[in-house]
């Protein structure tokens, strides 16, 4: 279970870095076990060579219980999120540059409803003003840790989070996919068109059926 898991934290990170979600240096991702244990990528390793060797695991106190590497400088944010979700058991943190980019500029403020996929998986979104990072970015997101599925913080990136690795990172494409829809529209001089509140009822009515 734990072979199964590193690999696909390392798996995922690389899928982040090839989607252009993340620089070589930047964002990482972790998992968690029923038991509380949490494997995380480590800091200032080049995202397009991670293997599973590479990969730390930590309790959800932080403390180190294997893995030859230094973890996350972000950690204190995904075990802040493990400990007040438990029904969370993957954190993916990226910097996806368009939804970067508008929430910075004040263009995204909230979930922007401009796709059904986005519908769905982002209408828990906050946005949050620019906090250093490590634990001052883990204190600045408490605050939406329970009313949000992925938080981006200005000037920085997104946090998103998901009963699996694999959901994690689709909210991460999601977001992106739709702030480049929202840019588009700017750069066409128009303001972003929202999918009418009705349908998005509607949208979300429907896939409650399948």
Do not use: C
């Not at 995922?12 to 993340?22: A, I, N, S, T, W």
């Not at 973890?71 to 993957?90: C, G, K, M, N, Q």
Request: aromatic share 6%; glycine share 6%.
């Amino acid at each position: 279970m734990s072979l199964e898991l590193k690999m696909k934290v390392a798996q995922g990170m690389k899928r982040l870095y090839e989607r252009d979600l993340v620089s070589s240096l930047g964002g990482n991702l972790s998992a968690r076990t029923d038991d509380g244990r949490v494997f995380i990528t480590p800091s200032g390793s080049p995202k397009w060579e991670l293997t599973e060797e590479d990969i730390v695991e930590v309790d959800l106190n932080g403390s180190v219980l294997s893995g030859k590497l230094k973890p996350s400088s972000e950690l204190p944010s995904h075990l802040l999120i493990y400990r007040e979700r438990t029904d969370v058991f993957a954190v993916a943190h990226a910097h996806p540059p368009h939804a970067v980019a508008l929430a910075t500029a004040g263009f995204l403020k909230e979930p922007p409803h401009v796709t059904p996929e986005e519908v769905l998986y982002l209408r828990r979104l906050s946005v949050l003003e620019f906090a250093p990072p490590g634990i001052k970015t883990a204190q600045a997101i408490s605050s939406a840790v329970h009313s949000s599925d992925v938080i981006v913080v200005k000037n920085h990136g997104a946090f998103s989070m998901g009963k699996s690795i694999e959901e994690a990172i689709a909210r991460i494409e999601i977001l992106e996919e739709a702030s480049k829809i929202i840019f588009m529209q700017l750069l066409l001089g128009r303001l972003p068109m929202r999918i009418p509140d009705n349908l998005v009822e509607e949208i979300l009515e429907t896939y409650k059926k399948t």
